[in-house]
């Protein structure tokens, strides 16, 4: 393969700035513009030298660097690797790339650097997924969820049930394979027995993904009311405190903000914040049929309404349309007036109502209190053991458990037993997907089209 090079730290300045070369001729390439201080030493793995970057043509000192030393196959990509330190400024870390460039290396691809790691086989591609949660968590929580999947916590567990798939397979094989030597044909209990067992730990992965869900892409909420009610200052009022986490994705056709909070660890995704932000403009407001389909959309429903005013129609329309949701019911402008005993009547629907001011910032933390309560955080934090996150995963999880499920019928149905084989197989083969057996070269190259350059 050939030997790869990008910028690894974010851009920006910064006290420090990483440059990373992977590939065979990654030493030879360095060595054309890198000139250590002590000349005689011959790189070493886990070695780091000192010295100075210089344009080989104008003899020009470019930076002072620590160079960092990997040989294969001890390094992230299992090849030789090495780790340019430079100082943190876009020029200088564009003129060293530049330097590996024009001397051998080619451009890295995002991920590539993982890519290699997972294609050497240092890692699973259910790691390398992990990788990238890891990069791009908002919460301690993710963080840790996703270092679990990368310590292989989750690919340990896919392989402790496809190798009970396999031991299944090579019974069965070999019952189909060698009936002359009337190997005792895989009795239907024992098969049955296996494959409930291998259902069940399906079905529990599969379960783990509702909390997985949740912490992963944060709880979907959604900030509803009739216009004035205090949406925006509401959300206003969560973003300034400095839980809030904002992320902004520069698309093609249009750029796209996404904004969370975070309430004792778990991230709160707050749908359409452009659109809330609109209510701003007194020509757009979110109307009826959008806080309905935001209604739809959303975990958690917060619905504002102006507590010192009477409810108006919008707003018992909006009581309505939250009646079966997950939501908050929330009194705002307490600052300038009590509600009525006739509202306090009409709002008594089965959910929380918090009173406070979002001019003001009153009370907004009995609004994070009520979504503690809501969900069962403790639940979602648990230290259970596996969890999924990865939607790719889930769907390989459940069309294993379809497989295993049509064996089960099989067997049940008094079939025979090649086919409980092809069915048993195919639940291996979408476990295997999961780590990485079989997979296409699309799926890999839109797994790894995710990651940001320098990965
Ligand atoms: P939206 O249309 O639901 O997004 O409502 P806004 O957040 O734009 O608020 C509408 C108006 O109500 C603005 O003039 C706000 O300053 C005001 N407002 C919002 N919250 C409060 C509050 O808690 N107290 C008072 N007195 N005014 C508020």
Do not use: W
């Not at 104008?58 to 330190?85: M, R």
């Amino acid at each position: 393969m050939s030997t790869i090079a990008a910028i690894s730290t974010a851009s920006g300045i910064g006290g420090i700035g990483i440059i990373r070369m992977s590939g065979k001729d990654c030493f030879e390439i360095l060595s054309k513009f890198f000139i250590p201080k002590n000349k005689k030493m011959e790189p070493r793995g886990y070695n780091i030298q000192y010295g100075h970057i210089i344009n080989p043509e104008t003899k020009q000192k470019i930076d002072e660097v620590l160079v960092s030393y990997f040989i294969e196959p001890k390094s992230y990509t299992k090849e030789n690797l090495c780790e340019i330190h430079s100082h943190g400024g876009n020029i200088i870390m564009k003129q060293i790339l530049e330097l590996c460039l024009e001397n051998g290396a080619s451009l890295a691809e995002p991920g590539e650097f993982t890519k290699r790691a997972f294609l050497n086989g240092r890692i699973d591609l259910a790691q390398a997924e992990a990788v990238i949660d890891i990069l791009n968590a908002k919460t301690e929580l993710e963080a840790q969820t996703a270092e679990k999947q990368l310590d292989g916590q989750l690919s340990h567990n896919i392989e402790e049930i496809r190798s009970l798939g396999i031991s299944l397979m090579s019974n069965i094989e070999a019952s189909i394979d060698y009936p002359e030597y009337d190997i005792e044909e895989v009795s239907k209990q024992e098969l049955t027995d296996i494959l409930l067992q291998i259902e069940e730990r399906l079905e529990k992965l599969i379960k783990s993904f509702d909390n997985g869900k949740l912490v992963k892409d944060g709880i979907k909420t959604a900030i509803v009311g009739t216009p004035n009610a205090g949406k925006s200052s509401l959300l206003n009022a969560f973003l300034k405190e400095d839980r809030a986490i904002v992320t902004e994705y520069a698309g093609t056709t249009r750029d796209t903000i996404e904004e969370y909070i975070t309430v004792n660890g778990i991230a709160l995704k707050i749908i359409d914040t452009a659109g809330i932000r609109e209510t701003e403009n007194e020509i757009e407001k979110i109307g009826i049929e959008k806080s309905k389909k935001l209604i739809d959309e959303a975990d958690l429903v917060i619905a504002i309404f102006d507590g010192s005013k009477e409810l108006t129609c919008e707003d018992e329309l909006i009581l309505k349309l939250i009646s079966s949701k997950v939501a908050i019911i929330v009194l705002n402008k307490e600052d300038i007036g009590r509600p009525s005993d006739e509202m306090l009547r009409m709002l008594q629907i089965g959910k929380p109502i918090v009173s406070i001011s979002a001019l003001k910032e009153i009370g907004i933390d009995s609004i994070y209190n009520e979504i503690i309560n809501l969900f069962d955080f403790s639940r979602i934090k648990q230290d259970s053991p596996i969890m999924i996150t990865n939607i790719r995963h889930k769907h390989l999880i459940e069309q294993a458990r379809k497989s295993a499920q049509s064996a089960l019928k099989t067997i049940h149905d008094k079939m025979p037993i090649d086919i409980i084989s092809i069915q048993i197989k195919d639940m291996l083969e979408y476990l295997g997907k999961i780590t990485g057996n079989n997979v296409s070269e699309d799926i890999i190259q839109d797994i790894f089209s995710k990651f940001c350059l320098g990965k």
